[in-house]
């Protein structure tokens, strides 16, 4: 799919070593939007072409147009809106709107000599302005590239917090009912949600890394002025043109002429402020979702942390009806030892007693039982209580570091 300057899109079947020659990029970097292949996300600046690998986006930007893979995802459809919108609308941005102090740009070709040979200049060249033209400053308006690059990173941003609104209004629910009811399904459901967590925020993570990688290297975002340095070769063409026609004529004729047409196309400087401020929107809008994403995961490693605590008094409970039980059947065997021992077959004084007799030895030895039975208890509690305050002392300060 072609995209050309107008905003009209139109598929084209273009070959790879004819894509190479059109765009001037090495094998390499068109692996990069081969889809079968998984890359990073990525922004390369080169000579001619930019090359975005941007979550659906993958596509070349030229001084000219926007080549990409045709594709029938939804969001790669809604990306081709988009681009046709911007493209289509001659307003200026609003991230050139907060530029100022530079010249302005309008729509129509100026004559850059006065002979036949002149050539004509893309007006999307932030040098030479429209008030050579009209004598009025006219409205900042980004290049071609800026605005088909602006409008890449935009889908792709767009296309995350999609992703991280969806995420965030099935996790919340799902942990607060984690809390409430603690079961398998929703222990499952939870488990889901962290893996597309860790995914999403890897995904978030490349691409603000690869919009800070551009904002921290001047020389990269240089590179990326296609429209300037398509003029600055055109002038160049020009120049030298223009100085080999003037050789025919005398020497002091030759050197006039051309310091006088070399003063009318001064070098052009690529100032790299328009496309920082266009990035530094867009990373810290990254930074934003990478922030909603932080604070979902520290709402899931809290639940987490709430149901490891509910888990672990389950387990006090549990150990505690354990060891009552271990106490009572350690108590019952005492008793049956007593027992045993008055079912001795040898003659003692108090088998020849009153019935009265059996009946205190009975009672004492159930009485007695019963004593150690809560003495143990009452020791056992006690030493539990002083375990669960030092434990809960523990997780305080776990809390509140």
């Known amino acids: 799919m072609v995209v050309s300057e107008t905003g009209e899109a139109r598929p084209e079947d ?12 090495p094998a390499r970097d068109l692996r990069i939007l081969d889809p079968m292949l998984s890359y990073p996300s990525s922004i390369l600046g080169r000579e001619r072409a930019i090359v975005v690998n941007l979550e659906h986006v993958k596509g070349i930007i030229t001084a000219s147009e ?33 530029m100022d102090g530079e010249d302005s740009r309008n729509g129509s070709p100026v004559r850059t ?27 900042k308006q980004l290049p071609f ?50 893996s597309r967590l860790v995914a999403l925020s890897g995904r978030v993570q490349k691409v603000a890394d690869e919009l800070e990688h551009l904002l921290d290297d001047d020389n990269d975002m240089a590179e990326m002025y296609l429209t300037q340095k398509l003029n600055a070769r055109l ?86 009806v354990a060891i009552i039980f271990n106490t009572l059947n350690m108590i019952v065997n005492a008793g049956i030892v007593v027992v045993g021992l008055f079912g001795m077959n040898i003659q003692i004084t108090l088998f020849d007693g009153k019935p009265r007799q059996f009946w205190a030895t009975t009672g004492g030895t159930f009485g007695g039982c019963i004593l150690i039975f809560l003495v143990c208890l009452w020791w056992g509690r006690k ?16 809390i509140y570091e």
Request: aromatic share 6%.
């Open 235 to 320: 002038l160049d063409q020009a120049s030298l043109k223009e100085e080999y026609n003037s050789e025919c004529e005398d020497n002091d004729q030759s050197d006039e002429s051309n310091s006088e047409k070399f003063d009318k196309f001064p070098g052009l400087k690529l100032d790299v402020e328009e496309l920082e401020m266009l990035l530094e929107a867009y990373f810290a809008q990254t930074n934003g979702i990478l922030q909603r994403l932080s604070s979902l995961s520290e709402y899931v490693d809290d639940t987490e942390d709430y149901i490891n605590i509910m888990l672990d008094d389950k387990r006090n409970e549990l150990l505690q």
């Open 14 to 25: 273009v070959g790879k070593h004819s894509l190479m020659r059109r765009t001037g990029l």
């Open 113 to 139: 000599s006065e002979d036949s040979d002149a050539f004509q200049v893309r007006a999307d060249s932030p040098k030479i302005s429209a008030e050579k033209v009209t004598g009025a400053p006219a409205p």
């Open 383 to 398: 030493n539990i209580c002083s375990l669960n305050r030092g434990q809960l002392l523990v997780i305080t300060l776990r």
């Open 66 to 98: 926007v080549l990409m893979i045709n594709s029938s995802n939804p969001l790669y459809l809604r990306f081709l809106q988009d681009l046709h919108i911007r493209l289509t609308n001659q307003t200026p941005s609003l991230m050139s709107n907060d």
């Open 145 to 194: 590239e800026f605005r088909a690059l602006e409008t890449c990173i935009e889908s792709a941003c767009r296309c995350l917090e999609s992703e991280i609104s969806t995420l965030e209004e099935e996790a919340y629910p799902a942990l607060d009912e984690l809390t409430s009811q603690l079961s398998t399904l929703n222990l499952e459901r939870v488990r889901h949600i962290k």
